[in-house]
């Protein structure tokens, strides 16, 4: 499966995993690339020296690449856009913001860099920036969403620029492969399959409650504040949706998710914690380790795509 991705980012499979908060952390993203993937880590919110132990720690179980994910909305994204060079991180994915600040200071070391963007205009113009590649992200995906699906979004962004574009959102199986492949693209970016690996360190609880999802499970909440995220319905959206269709203020909604993530990934409180997972998650139904889980994404694809000489 070769593609300008894995000759990119000297990577075996164009598969990357996603840069989930709280969720992709040393093990997942080392397990991930030691299987010929892209393993990253989710920097989210948290600290520099974080991090920093995150990138170490996953230095110690591969040496094979891997990235960081770095929220540019966090208070600590200057401090851990620097880690990244300090550390010799070879890739960077960025959301929540625009990188520009720090295209120059990685470039000059080496680091491949690939925004995710939910519009062909943020693509153009991360590509006018001197991004390698970027991610077209679309609002099946768990998380914070934007407005475009998958299906819409990654042809037009692949029509628009000429950096290599990696499809995410709602996609699960060698199926989801192969289309993004027949969109456009020259990767795939996964997340809440990962999710349910042996290696991601989340709570069971979480795991369990992705492996019983159906398709009808997920709900957006946020999309009065501007702030769009999409989770597995519990008490937390429930309660969430009720008050946005009242009008409640922007502070008041905050306060009911504050650390709800955390909630349900490390304390395994999937009532009123926010689970986070794709639309895509109905269609996962069973635990395997990483390595597992990419041979058979590279089964499922291969067979699916043999004679069409997308890839080699």
Known sequence: MKTEITRLLGIQYPIIQGGMAWVAESHLAAAVSEAGGLGLIGAASAPAEWVRRQVQ?????????????????????????????????????????????????????????????????????????????????????????????????????????????????????????????????????????????????????????????????????GRSTGHPVRALRNEMTRKYLELESRGASFEELETLTLGGLRKAVMDGDVKNGSVMAGQIAGLVKEKMSCEELIKRLVQETDALMKGTGIYE
């Open 57 to 221: 720690k996953a230095k110690e179980l591969t040496d094979k690449p891997f990235g960081v994910n770095i929220m540019l909305m966090s208070p600590y994204a200057d401090e851990v856009a620097k880690v990244i060079v300090e550390e010799n991180v070879k890739v960077v994915t960025t959301g929540a913001g625009n990188p520009e600040k720090y295209l120059d200071m990685w470039k000059k070391n080496g680091v491949k860099v690939i925004p995710v963007v939910a519009s062909v205009a943020m693509a153009k113009r991360m590509e006018r920036m001197g991004a390698d590649a970027v991610v077209a992200e679309g609002c099946e995906s768990g998380g914070h969403v934007g407005e475009s699906t998958t299906m819409t979004l990654v042809p037009q962004v692949a029509d628009a620029v000429q950096i290599p574009v990696v499809a995410a959102g709602g996609i699960a199986d060698g199926r989801g492969i192969a289309a993004a492949f027949m969109l456009g693209a020259k990767g795939v970016q996964m997340g809440t399959h990962f999710v349910v690996t042996d290696e991601c360190q989340v709570h069971e609880n979480y795991k369990e409650r992705i492996l019983k999802a159906k398709d009808i499970d997920t709900r957006v909440t």
